[in-house]
């Protein structure tokens, strides 16, 4: 009578590929992605040289970053300072100044200044260029909506304003300095912005009528 064969013991399963997404990791690759842009400037930045630098294998940084253009923007907004729009207390307008300096901080550094000169040599329809409208223009633009929103709402400025009109208004002009590179976007010129914008969008303020009192008809 013929044994059934002998079932082999099963191999210990393969580490599932997918792992969950460690902030260790992602902080090495942005650590990696930041030194090759200070040693070499952001087109140094491929997958590959992250990778060899930081240990991380290439599928783990695909799964966070679709390309080597958005670790580099990445990089760029970890290095900046740490924003306090959304956890500092204040009037809106007080919360959307802090933003704008953030923005003038981010670009005065040694690695803002090295992807601005590359995004003002790039095509508008590179990956880098676009990694930089919807990974940074895109997101303080929704971060100065609800900022817009806030102060509207708190009676600081017009409630007839259109936002997306306001929005071109206020960040226009920052991005075309950064992009052209022909007067400093700083937090001076951050702060005369906004004072001068303000100016012309804050909400009315009634003021009441002075009352002039009646003189006395002097009999004839």
């Known amino acids: 009578m013929a044994h059934p064969p002998a079932v082999k013991p099963t191999a210990p399963a393969a580490a599932r590929r997918g792992r969950p997404r460690s902030s ?3 902080a090495r690759v942005l650590q990696a992605a930041r030194a090759l842009i200070e040693a070499q ?3 140094a930045v491929t997958i590959e040289a992250v990778a060899a630098r930081s ?9 966070t970053w679709p390309n080597a253009p958005a670790v580099v923007m990445a990089a760029l907004m970890a290095s900046a300072i740490e924003p306090e729009t959304r956890r500092a207390p204040g009037p809106a ?5 802090r933003q704008l300096r953030e923005i003038a901080g981010t670009f005065a550094s040694r690695t803002g200044r090295n992807v601005t000169q590359m995004l003002a040599a790039a ?10 409208r919807h990974h940074f223009i895109l997101a303080r633009r929704d971060e100065g909506r609800r900022m817009l929103a806030a102060a509207i709402a708190a009676g ?3 409630r007839t304003l259109d936002p997306d009109v306001t929005l ?17 976007a700083d937090e001076r010129f951050c702060d005369r912005l906004l004072d001068q914008l303000v100016g012309g969008l804050a909400a009315p303020r009634t003021v009441p009528a002075r009352r002039v009192p009646k003189r006395r008809r002097r009999d004839q």
């Open 123 to 132: 095509d508008p329809e590179t990956e880098l260029a676009k990694a930089f």
């Open 156 to 158: 600081e400025l017009r």
């Open 55 to 63: 240990g991380v294998s290439k599928p783990t940084i695909y799964r």
């Open 93 to 97: 307008l007080a919360a959307l100044r």
């Open 24 to 26: 260790a990791a992602r």
């Open 168 to 184: 071109d208004l206020l960040y226009g002009p920052i991005f075309f300095r950064i992009l052209v590179g022909h007067a400093p």
């Open 41 to 43: 400037g952001p087109a």
